[in-house]
Structure formats: structure tokens, C-alpha cells
């Protein structure tokens, strides 16, 4: 497929998880929390949805005037960690895209994209000071937020939000005025997903979307809050508690956004969980499309390494995107040995199969459900 034709549309997001402010409850196995936004029941693609702070990366994201703001030292791509040789490259990093400008390498445009996202549609700003870049190391543990006494007076920092929802552009202009640079140092690279064929939104839409890890130390969670349009909710919950409360039909998480959770399971303390997403985010990742097997009580999202992941899976839906079968799920479980697949069996009953060794480093999901089926491969259950 030519790489000039676009079927989806290219965004970012980020897992943004805060901790350290010694608040948490105490029975909690958790001492951080992670930010879910709604979307608006009005939205044209996962209406109503928790999701993680994101959305469709702009021309203004790309634009050679980062180049004056950023720091001059060394060619571009050196501001950020080397990715170790080898390392699994998503086609989003390597594609050319003249139309939105070449100034910057994707890797720092779809950083800026999640930030400015996080900004419009929670207010959560994550920047540092320019004159700080170049302490600004992973290594020394999660970020922190630029003081308060750093930031505009509320009112004017609303305006300037206001501003960047309307004009992305808006958002270089707000980080010179402020003397700051988007954290691109603070987020990590982590997955990246393609919206299946059969679950494009309405007017086909589709997204390539790179998630970002970005862990927060000191003082909590930020204030977050959202916008009365896009956004009409913002919540800081444990992974756990996003489960449980997707399970008990209180939210609904789309499958990329509840397999990421599941990821975060692994990691209860913020700390773990920053050290190792940092240092495997050096391995790259690949890119995902679900491909969707509609069974006779439900459907099974299958991911690469499943044993029935297709050889050759239809990207653009131009053949046959969705598979059928006439056998019940359970079945489809108890045939196969190699799992990698999000079995739906309806909409809040969801749980990620999985016994294959992760690529790159990474972590499988731990299964938050019991109702799986009687499937001894599957992976551990909580
Ligand atoms: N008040 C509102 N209610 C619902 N959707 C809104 C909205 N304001 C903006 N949006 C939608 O949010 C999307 C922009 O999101 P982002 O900036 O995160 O990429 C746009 O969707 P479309 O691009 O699908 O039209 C836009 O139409
Ligand atoms: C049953 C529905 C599905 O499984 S479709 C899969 C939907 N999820 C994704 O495509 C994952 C990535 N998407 C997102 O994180 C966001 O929805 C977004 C960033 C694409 C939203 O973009 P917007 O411009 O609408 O804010
Ligand atoms: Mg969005």
C-alpha cells in the first residue's frame, strides 16, 4: 500500500499516571492513579468512551518554529533517548509526510501532539522550564509539573486553553510565553494501535494512534478538567478501580484503552512503573490492528502472534476485514495454543487472553476477570 494514501488518521495519546501524594487509600495495592477522560456522547468516534487524554495530530505540531524554541544543541532526534539498534519501529515514526511540514522527526511531533492534547482537553500542562532541558533526565525519576507560581493566573490560563482548542498553533505561542518546552523527555514511547476496520467511527473515521507513558511524582495528581465539549468528565483511578468500574458498567473503555490497564496491573508502585517504561521504551514497539473474529455468542479482538491472526491482515477493509465463525467462544479458546486476543463476550464483559512472550521488551496484561471460559493457557487471573 502506497504510504501516501490515507485511511486513518494519525494521533497520539498518553497513559498519564501521577502518584506521590501520599493520599491514596491505604487498602489500595496502588500508590498511583491514571487520568480517564469521557468523550462527549456527541462525539463522531467512541462516543461516551473513557479514554486517555489524545487526539489527531496537526501541521502546528510539526512546525520548524519548535526548532527556536527547543534546545539548539545537536541535530534533532539526539534530544531524545537513542532507541537501541533494532528497536521496533511503528510505520507512524518512519512515514514522510511533506504536507504537515519535515522540521521535526516524528518521534518529537507526536510528543508534542499528546501534551497539547493533555493541555486542551484536561488542562493538565506538561512542561518544563526551557532552561531546565538539559537536566531533564528519565533517569531521575517521574516528572513534575512546573510550579504553580510559574503558570498564568487561572482566568488567562483558561484563555490561553481556550486559544489552543481553537488554533493548535497557539499552544508554541503559549510555551514562549511562558519560557517553557513541551516535557518531551518525560513521555515514553509504549504501543501503538490502528483502529480495526470494522470499528471505524462515523464517516469512516479511524485512527494510528502512538501511546505514551508519562509518570508524575510529587503532590498528587494535578487538577484536572475538562472542556464542556470534546472532554465532559475527567477522572483519576487506579487501574483497578478503571476496571472494576468499566466491569460494573459505571464507564466503558474501548479494548486498546482496557488492554493497556490490564498492562498497568503489573506495576503497583508509580516508581516501577516509570523505571520500566523508560527503560524499555528504547525497544520501540510495533504497530496493532485488532482483527475482529465475530463468534456465535461474541466477538474475539486478535492481536499479532495469535495463532489466528491473519498472515496478511486487511488494513484498508478493501477484502474481507472481519472474520466469522459459527462456534461459541469457548471453543475458539479451547482450540487454539497460541492466544493473543481481547475476547468480548458483550460490551463490559471483556478480557485479554494472552500466553505468548511480549516483543520488545514489554509486559503482557494480567487477566482482571474470571469469566474468561475454562481456559487453562490464558493468562494469570486476578
Ligand atoms: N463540543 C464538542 N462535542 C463533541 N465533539 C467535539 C466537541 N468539540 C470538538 N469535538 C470534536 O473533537 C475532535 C477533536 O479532537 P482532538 O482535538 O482530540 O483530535 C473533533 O472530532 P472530528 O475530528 O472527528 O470531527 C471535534 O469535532
Ligand atoms: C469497539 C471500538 C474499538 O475497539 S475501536 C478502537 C478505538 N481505539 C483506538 O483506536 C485507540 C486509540 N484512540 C484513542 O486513543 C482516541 O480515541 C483518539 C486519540 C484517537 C481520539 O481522537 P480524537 O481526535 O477524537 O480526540
Ligand atoms: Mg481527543
Known amino acids: 500500500m502506497s504510504s501516501r494514501v490515507r485511511h486513518w488518521r494519525e494521533a497520539a495519546t498518553v497513559l498519564l499516571a501521577a502518584g506521590g501524594g501520599g493520599g491514596g487509600s491505604s487498602s489500595s495495592r496502588f500508590d498511583y492513579k491514571v487520568l480517564l477522560l469521557r468523550r ?19 501541521a502546528a505540531d510539526f512546525s520548524a518554529d519548535w526548532l527556536h524554541l527547543l534546545p539548539p544543541e545537536g541535530p534533532l532526534p539526539l534530544l531524545l533517548p537513542p532507541l537501541r539498534a533494532g528497536a521496533g519501529r511503528a510505520p507512524l515514526f518512519a512515514a514522510e509526510r511533506p ?11 507526536f510528543r508534542i501532539c499528546a ?5 486542551e482537553e ?15 533526565s528519565s533517569a531521575q525519576g517521574p516528572a513534575r509539573l512546573l510550579a504553580p507560581e510559574r503558570l498564568p493566573p487561572g482566568p488567562e490560563l483558561a484563555e490561553w486553553r481556550r486559544r489552543v482548542q481553537r488554533q493548535p498553533a497557539a499552544f508554541l505561542q503559549l510555551c514562549r510565553h511562558l519560557s517553557c518546552v513541551p516535557n518531551l523527555w518525560a513521555l515514553h514511547e509504549w504501543s501503538n494501535w490502528l483502529t480495526p476496520v470494522g470499528r471505524a467511527g462515523r464517516g469512516g473515521r479511524r485512527y494510528d494512534t502512538a501511546f505514551y507513558l508519562c509518570c508524575l511524582g510529587h503532590g498528587g495528581p494535578p487538577e484536572a478538567s475538562h472542556d464542556r465539549g470534546e472532554v465532559t468528565a475527567c477522572q483519576w483511578s487506579s487501574p483497578l ?26 506495576f503497583s508502585s508509580l516508581h516501577d512503573l516509570h523505571r520500566f517504561g523508560s527503560e524499555r521504551a528504547v525497544e520501540g514497539c510495533e504497530r496493532w490492528m485488532p482483527v475482529i473474529l465475530v463468534a456465535s455468542d461474541g466477538h474475539i479482538q486478535l492481536l499479532p502472534g495469535d495463532e489466528l491472526y491473519p498472515d496478511d491482515p486487511d488494513l484498508t477493509g478493501e477484502r474481507k476485514p ?9 471453543d475458539l479458546m479451547k482450540e487454539a495454543r497460541k492466544l493473543h ?42
Open 99 to 109: 504536507e504537515l511540514g519535515t522540521a521535526l522527526p516524528a518521534d518529537v511531533a
Open 40 to 58: 462527549s456522547p456527541r462525539s463522531a468516534f467512541l462516543p461516551s468512551a473513557h479514554v486517555f487524554p489524545g487526539g489527531v495530530v496537526d
Open 322 to 330: 472481519i472474520l466469522t465463525s459459527n462456534k461459541k467462544i469457548e
Open 241 to 266: 478501580e478503571a476496571i472494576e468500574l468499566f466491569k460494573s458498567q459505571d464507564i466503558w473503555i474501548a479494548p486498546p484503552q482496557f488492554y493497556e490497564l490490564c498492562r498497568l496491573y503489573n
Open 122 to 136: 484536561a488542562g493538565v500542562l506538561l512542561l518544563v522550564e526551557a532552561g531546565e532541558v538539559a537536566s531533564t
Open 341 to 382: 486476543r481481547i475476547v468480548a463476550r458483550d460490551l463490559h464483559n471483556v478480557t485479554v487472553c494472552v500466553n505468548i512472550q511480549p516483543k520488545y521488551k514489554h509486559v503482557n496484561p494480567l487477566v482482571v476477570d474470571s469469566k474468561v471460559g475454562n481456559n487453562a493457557d490464558c493468562n494469570s487471573r486476578l
Open 115 to 119: 501534551i497539547r492534547e493533555t493541555f
